[in-house]
C-alpha cells in the first residue's frame, strides 16, 4: 500500500500562491490516481483536482484556471500549485491515492489512501 504526506500549506494573502506536496511512499505514485480534496470547517469533502494513472488530469470549475495538478515521478511526488487564491479556497487540503478511480474520480469514497491534511488559509 501507498503512504501520503501532504506539506506546503500556510497563511497567504488573497491573490497569492502556495504549492503543496503530496509525498507517497511504499508504491510508485505513477501506478495510483491521486486526488486533492479540502474540507472546511463544517462541511464535506470537496473535490478540488486529480490525476489519473495515465496523466490525464481533472478540476473542480471553482478552481479551474487558477489550480495546477502535477506529478514528479522521480520524487515520487503530487503537487497542487495554487494561483489567485481566494478566501473562500481556506480548508484543509487533503491528498489521497486509489489504484483506479475511474470515471469517479470526483468522490472522496474511492479513494482508499489519505495523508493526514495540510491547513490553507486565505485572507482577504
Known amino acids: 500500500q501507498v503512504q501520503l504526506v501532504e506539506s506546503g500549506g500556510g497563511l497567504v494573502q488573497a491573490g497569492g500562491s502556495l504549492r503543496l506536496s503530496c509525498a507517497a511512499s511504499?508504491?510508485?505514485?505513477?501506478?495510483?490516481?491521486v486526488g486533492w480534496f479540502r474540507q472546511a470547517p463544517g462541511k464535506e469533502y470537496e473535490f478540488v483536482a486529480a490525476?489519473?494513472?495515465?496523466?490525464?488530469?481533472y478540476y473542480a470549475d471553482s478552481v479551474k484556471g487558477r489550480f495546477s495538478i502535477s506529478r514528479d515521478n522521480a520524487k515520487n511526488t503530487v503537487y497542487l500549485q495554487m494561483n489567485r487564491l481566494k478566501p473562500e479556497d481556506t480548508a484543509v487540503y487533503h491528498c489521497?491515492?486509489?489504484?483506479?478511480?475511474?470515471?469517479?474520480?470526483?468522490?472522496?469514497?474511492?479513494?482508499?489512501?489519505w495523508g493526514q491534511g495540510t491547513q490553507v488559509t486565505v485572507s482577504s
Open positions: 489521497a491515492a486509489d489504484l483506479d478511480t475511474g470515471s469517479r474520480y470526483y468522490s472522496a469514497s474511492v479513494y482508499d489512501y
Open positions: 490525476i489519473r494513472w495515465t496523466g490525464v488530469t
Open positions: 511504499g508504491r510508485a505514485v505513477r501506478s495510483y490516481s
